[in-house]
């Protein structure tokens, strides 16, 4: 399968613990995005990379949040000391350049997050 | 003010009919414009990108008003295989980040 590949697909903590994702992109596309999802809401967006470089990171996103790409290839995403609000659908999106244009990005099936 | 507004939806229609959504935006400086799908406990996945001229692909057609700073979807002949939840995502930013609405949910019933 050579989608976008998110684990876990899903993480039970309890408040205050840290948890970490991991997002593995296509393999030619340079561009990744995290976005987190709740119920009855559109993806939000969290950060970006342009292959190593974290190019972009939401105002909104506090400093519990913290977002790798080493070497330019697969993504972890760290949530330290987890509050309940927290709980979402934390989706890993991929592309290459040309999406600047066509829209296209190849989301991987998300990482549910439930904090106790 | 969000960045993307929607329709807040639900829209229930019969199989066949035509239903349309709307999306406006607030930062006139966007660059690009498309419209996501996404099932229910599924990841979005693009439908089709909007031009300024508007474009159409098969049932679906989609619109443009840079003035209004308005977008819109229609589905023309509705099946049951539509319903789901409709994002309308504009490019923004100097065209660096993709900005999602919150959705329209379309249920087409038999």
């Known amino acids: 399968d050579t989608g976008v590949s998110q684990n876990p697909r899903h993480k039970i903590t309890k408040r205050g613990q840290n948890v970490t994702f991991r997002c593995d992109p296509i393999s030619e596309h340079n561009r990744l995005y995290w976005y987190r999802q709740t119920l009855g809401q559109g993806p939000e967006f969290l950060t970006y990379?342009?292959?190593?470089?974290?190019?972009?990171k939401s105002r909104l996103l506090s400093d519990r949040f913290s977002a790798e790409r080493p070497k330019g290839s697969f993504s972890t995403l760290e949530i330290q000391r987890t509050e309940q609000g927290d709980s979402a659908m934390y989706l890993c999106?991929?592309?290459?350049?040309?999406?600047?244009?066509?829209?296209?990005?190849?989301f991987g099936e998300g990482s549910r997050l439930t904090v106790l | 003010r969000k960045e993307v507004e929607q329709d807040p939806g639900p829209f229930n229609v019969p199989e066949g009919a035509t239903v349309a959504f709307n999306c406006t935006y607030s930062n006139s400086a966007s660059q690009s414009f498309f419209w996501y799908r996404q099932d229910c406990r599924k990841e979005p996945k693009l439908l089709m990108s909007?031009?300024?001229s508007g474009n159409e692909d098969g049932r679906f057609t989609a619109q443009l008003n840079r003035a209004s700073q308005y977008i819109s979807l229609l589905i023309r002949d509705s099946k049951l295989s539509d319903s789901a939840t409709y994002l309308c995502v504009v490019n923004d930013n100097y065209g660096q980040n993709f900005v999602f609405g919150p959705g329209t949910r379309l249920s087409v019933l038999p």
């Open positions: 999106a991929s592309s290459p350049s040309e999406t600047l244009n066509t829209g296209e990005l190849f």
């Open positions: 990379f342009q292959n190593e470089a974290q190019l972009e």
């Open positions: 909007v031009y300024s």
